[in-house]
């Protein structure tokens, strides 16, 4: 296994690539709040990207937010460019992790899991779109494993709520569980809510690129996991749900394929009886249905050509009804914006014969959070940084690039979300 360890030569525990990003920006003030829980007591961190001004000014920034005016003086600019590889490994030389913010990841990740690999630094990213996902595990997995690094992707909002709120439910219940629908919602402050563009680029790709991900899934060549239990029931497009009272829709993101490569890790590597997981997310009332029809309409026609897809990026605050903007959010929409994940869970108790009849168990969970783009994001890729930094014996036996469950299934990470806003618990 690669050094989770600083050294002379390897400077720096955590090195934000991207940092000047809309995301990395808030990845940054994130390290810098909570860099007393590293090892020992401290963390030594650095900031990289193509621009040292605008790098500068994301910690002049950061240090005006927190009121910590030495992140000026004391956190290193280092100067890295995804299109120029020698930037990109003499900064991969010098982290033990790298936490990557350079998305749309389709277009910018791969040179960062590439350069991560060979020049020993773990890699940590919040990615959701499930064909960057799944190539890097497919084209660096043998590699990562050989040299004991850890690529560990979608660990933002994207996937670790879902991920690890499917590891929490199927931990609290007494039994074995077979099968966990999710149901997520999103509420907005006074002030409304907004996402960044660039999630919304990421969703017109990821779109407009389904047929190549069905056949970079065939090259995996998996087995179909085993059906414990009753078969899940398929939702329809667009279903009324009696569980959160409110129509609700298939969730398009990354969190079903990243669930289900975890609970094939499970499964293959442990042993373990898999899980059937459904996700949903809630839409409302009947007003926002005609918005949503509307706009899918208008998007599921538009993504199949280039100049459609074009036209959804110029416009991301039109084709979404505001939803998506070029500014994104302001920090008043953040303070006053959460989800909410319902997790409803079946399986057999201890006293069921796995054998016999149905399902005899239920349990009910829920994992809330912050404003989740921009808050919870950080606040999960940055624990999951620091308990890869402080738990590696508790991590996967070999490297290789993973999922958020595989990885963090044995830590301590659920806890130290609960102390930061990212609450797991039983209803």
């Known amino acids: 296994m690669a050094s989770f360890r600083t050294s002379s030569s390897r400077p720096y525990h955590i090195i934000i690539f991207g940092a000047s990003g809309f995301t990395g920006q808030f990845v940054v003030e994130e390290v810098a709040r ?20 605008k790098l500068e000014k994301v910690l002049e920034q950061a240090a005006g937010v927190l009121g910590k005016p030495e992140l000026k003086s004391e956190v290193d600019v280092l100067i890295a460019d995804v299109n120029d590889a020698d930037s990109l490994a003499a900064m991969c030389k010098q982290g033990v992790i790298v936490l990557s913010c350079v998305g749309p990841y389709r277009f910018f990740g791969e040179p960062v899991v590439k350069t991560c690999v060979e020049n020993g630094a773990h890699c940590i990213d919040i990615s959701g779109e ?5 190539s890097m595990q497919l084209n660096y997995h043998g590699q990562a494993a050989e ?13 670790i709520p879902a991920d690890m709120g499917v590891i929490y439910t199927r931990d609290q219940f007494k039994g074995t569980i077979t099968a966990i629908e999710s149901f997520l919602t999103a509420n907005a402050g006074p002030e409304g809510g907004s996402i960044h563009d660039g999630t919304w680029q990421s969703a017109i790709y990821g779109f407009a690129d389904g047929p190549k991900l069905r056949s970079l899934r065939k090259k995996f060549s998996h087995k179909p996991l085993p059906l414990v239990g009753a078969k899940i029931k398929k939702r329809g497009a667009l279903f009324y749900s009696n569980e959160i009272q409110q129509y609700a829709l298939p969730f398009m993101g990354s969190d079903p394929s990243v669930v289900k490569r975890t609970q094939r890790y499970l499964h293959e590597e442990l042993n373990e009886s898999p899980v059937q997981y459904g996700a949903y997310v809630g839409v409302g009332g009947i007003s926002n249905i005609f918005k949503l029809v509307f706009a899918g309409l208008m998007f599921w026609f538009l993504v199949k050509f280039s100049f459609g897809q074009n036209l959804l990026i110029k416009f991301p605050e039109f084709f979404s009804f505001g939803f998506f903007s070029k500014d994104g959010p302001t920090r008043k929409q953040m303070e006053g914006s ?5 997790f409803f ?26 404003e989740a783009g921009y808050v919870a994001t950080p606040i999960a890729m940055v624990q ?32 130290r979300l609960n102390k930061h806003g990212i609450q797991f618990s039983v209803l």
């Open 345 to 370: 869970g079946e399986g057999y108790t201890e006293d069921q014969d796995l054998t016999e009849g149905k399902p005899n168990g239920k349990i009910r969970t829920v994992v809330k959070g912050p």
């Open 130 to 134: 499930p064909q960057f996902l799944e």
């Open 34 to 53: 909570t860099a007393s829980e590293g090892p020992k007591g401290s963390l030594k961190w650095a900031v990289a990207g193509r621009n040292r001004a």
């Open 338 to 342: 959460s989800f909410r994940f319902v």
């Open 147 to 159: 040299k004991g690094i850890y690529v560990v992707g979608s660990c933002g909002f994207d996937s």
């Open 384 to 415: 999951a940084a620091i308990t890869m930094l402080n738990e590696s014996d508790s991590l996967p036996k070999t490297g290789g690039v993973y999922t958020p469950g595989a990885t963090f299934a044995k830590t301590t990470l659920i806890d």
